[in-house]
């Protein structure tokens, strides 16, 4: 299992970023799927769910409003997109599903 973070840098406070996890090694359809991410010092977070078909999607309290998950089975993908981002958003986001995780991708909120 194999999963590819990118999307990442650096933007200001009020701006935009979508993020975009590839997977492979993987029956990609049959899994929920989960973005996460990381400050240094800081337990991982859960940001966001997607169920396998697309159809729940779950948000952690600080991101809803502002954040969409969505998925494309027929390309192994699953997007974040995320809006309205505050210095606070500031982290590694990383993918994960079936306990294995990508290497992540940095994401800077920063005037």
């Known amino acids: 299992v194999h999963f590819v973070e990118s999307g990442g840098g650096l933007v200001q406070p009020g701006g935009s970023l979508r993020l975009s996890c590839a997977a492979s090694g993987i029956t990609f359809s049959r899994y929920a799927m989960s973005w996460f991410r990381q400050t240094p010092g800081k337990e991982r977070e859960l940001v966001a769910v997607?169920?396998?078909?697309?159809?729940?999607?779950t948000y952690a309290d600080s991101v809803k409003g502002r954040f969409t998950i969505s998925r494309d089975n027929a390309k192994n993908t699953v997007d974040l997109q995320m809006n309205s981002l505050k210095p606070e958003d500031t982290a590694v986001y990383y993918c994960t599903a079936l306990g294995h995780w990508g290497q992540g991708t940095q994401v800077t909120v920063s005037s």
């Open positions: 997607i169920s396998s078909g697309g159809i729940s999607k």
